[in-house]
């Protein structure tokens, strides 16, 4: 114990500040009683001892926080409660315990964590996670109460929780500090959905588990069509009992697929995402997570509604028909030796339709596997991106954005299930990659391409760079450069996840870099291929940056109150 004073003393002065062994401590006395608390106020650090005491309230008055003395709790929740510390009263003299009265073991840091969720109070959120980092909590014990919330409290899928799904997929690349302000932006706006939300009606399986795949895949189909919601998640929830992942998988996309890029590409993102999230946190999730995506399945409308795929060329009937015939391509052996020539590339970024849907049949019936084509339909998407003519609106990314995302998620959807009616979702997103074809007019060098060669990039200059607006081709070299020096990849993904979550964005870069870093690899870091994905990801992000970077300042506080830094300084 610490020695503070004789009671006399601290009567007179009303507070009394002495070194703890973490943080400086404010004894106050309030009458009769003594009480003592971390000085530092828990919302931005300004010292309590300057605060006042009236009727055992301290109130901080930087912000007006008030605490009851006696817990230490906040009657304010966006401040934190600040940690108390054990009196004693030796005769006149008063003693202080060093150390906080409670200590916020693994158990109570993630319940404060999801305090700050269903709160809605964003610093409380930045400090738990921050907290939990610095334990070495696995990603997945982090994020499980955080997902169960959501989808107890949400509707559909949301951004948050894509959001979460991206950052979780890309934290093996991320070092502490990129992790810690990577997890803030997916849960606090995770936080922020299930604050406004109405909780979800819990609906339930069909009470038998034993229906086979096209029994359901049948019903599934039918309520998609007619819009049926309640019969839809039934059904989903019935195939989590009664089918293996394969069949699952099978069953999600062949419903996600019925109706053309639906939702221009976010439905069936969204299901690739729940698929993703339960491979982190366990198949048992999906009894949560599945539900999410029927209110999309239901409700969203396919490219096949719209003008633009009917006229001034008919492409939905030649889709369908091909459609019909993808059975009989696919029922032929595989070739795993299969590869994709130039005209073939080409062919998929050029201006007929029919020759794209004809060619992916050629190849589909000469025995080429989906995910293969699904691969170069999503660089071919990549490529969109890379080469988009900055003469467009910046909202025009958003078109090449979703493609992408799409093609992405249909690869990962062709890896699980080479299933016909999931592989007509390649086709979908061929034709998604040919509508965004005059947002390559004037295509845009990539930096090999340019007269001057790129110069060895750094990640502090892609970074600096980033800072500035509109400096799209500057990005671009200084990423290729960094790779054309033999750089290392995870550290470009560390700093390109860092500039992403920093920004006050919304959640399709990060979704673009997540699915770049996962096209890196699906093409096995061709060093070509590798700068055109890249590229496309930089000047999407460019793009868009710099932002007033809100989120990034709170999370900023969080780290420095959690070290014990001083935010207030006395001039």
Request: glycine letters at 6%; one cysteine or more; a negative charge.
């Amino acid at each position: 114990m610490i020695r503070v004073g004789t009671f006399d003393e601290l009567r007179t002065e009303g507070v009394i500040v002495v070194s703890g062994s973490r943080r400086r401590i404010a004894v106050f006395a309030d009458g009769d009683d003594v009480f003592a608390v971390e000085n530092n106020c828990p919302h931005m650090g300004f010292p309590l001892d300057k605060g006042s005491v009236q009727n055992g309230i301290l109130t901080c008055h930087w912000h007006q926080a008030r605490f009851d003395l006696r817990s230490g709790c906040t009657f304010d929740l966006w401040a934190d409660d600040v940690p108390r510390h054990r009196v004693e009263r030796r005769g006149d003299e008063i003693f202080v315990d060093p150390d906080p009265a409670v200590t916020l073991d693994l158990e109570k840091e993630q319940a404060r964590l999801m305090r700050g969720v269903e709160q809605n109070v964003a610093l409380v959120q930045a400090k738990s996670i921050l907290a939990l980092l610095e334990r070495d909590v696995p990603i997945a014990e982090i994020i499980r109460p955080v997902v169960a919330f959501a989808g107890e409290n949400l509707s559909m899928m949301s951004e948050g929780l894509t959001r979460l799904t991206c950052v979780a997929r890309l934290f093996p690349n991320l070092a502490p500090e990129t992790a810690h302000l990577a997890l803030y932006y997916a849960v606090r706006q995770i936080a922020q959905e299930t604050n406004r939300s109405v909780p979800r009606r819990d609906r339930t399986p069909l009470d038998t588990d034993d229906h086979d795949l096209e029994t359901l895949r049948g019903w599934l189909n039918q309520w998609v069509q007619t819009r049926h919601q309640d019969a839809a998640e039934r059904t989903l929830l019935t195939g989590i009992e009664s089918l293996d992942a394969q069949s699952l998988a099978t069953l999600l996309f062949s419903a996600a697929t019925v109706r053309m890029y639906a939702a221009g590409g976010h439905h069936l993102e969204d299901c690739n995402k729940i698929l993703e999230l339960a491979e982190i946190l366990g198949s048992a999730e999906l009894r949560h997570l599945l539900p999410l995506v029927t209110n999309r399945m239901a409700e969203s409308r396919g490219q096949e509604e719209s003008t633009n795929w009917h006229h001034p060329v008919q492409i939905v009937a030649p889709l369908r028909e091909l459609e019909s015939r993808l059975d009989r391509c696919l029922a032929l052996p595989r070739r795993d030796d299969w590869r994709a020539d130039d005209e073939f590339a080409a062919i998929l970024l050029g201006d007929d339709p029919l020759a794209i849907l004809e060619t992916i049949e050629v190849a589909l019936a000469e025995g080429a596997p989906a995910p293969l084509i699904a691969r170069e339909v999503a660089f071919a998407a990549a490529t969109r991106l890379a080469r988009f003519a900055t003469s467009n609106e910046v909202t025009d990314w958003f078109n090449p954005q979703h493609t992408f995302i799409y093609a992405n998620g249909i690869y990962q959807a062709t890896l699980r299930s080479s299933d016909p009616l999931v592989v007509r979702g390649v086709l979908h997103g061929a034709i998604s990659v040919y509508m965004d074809r005059f947002l390559n007019v004037p295509a845009t060098p990539l930096p090999s391409e340019r007269k001057q060669a790129a110069q060895e990039g750094s990640l502090r200059g892609l970074v600096d760079l980033l800072d500035q607006r509109a400096n799209l081709e500057e990005v671009a070299d200084c990423a290729a450069g960094y790779l054309k020096g033999g750089n290392d990849f995870t550290a470009l993904v560390d700093r390109l996840t860092f500039a992403t979550v920093r920004e006050d964005l919304d959640f399709h870069s990060l979704q673009v870099l997540e699915a770049s870093v996962n096209q890196c690899t699906a093409w096995d870091h061709d060093p070509a291929r590798v700068e055109v994905i890249i590229t496309g990801a930089v000047r999407n992000l460019a793009a868009h940056c710099p932002t007033r970077r809100a989120g990034q300042q709170t999370a900023t506080i969080a780290r420095r109150l959690h070290r014990g830094e001083k935010i207030f300084e006395e001039a």
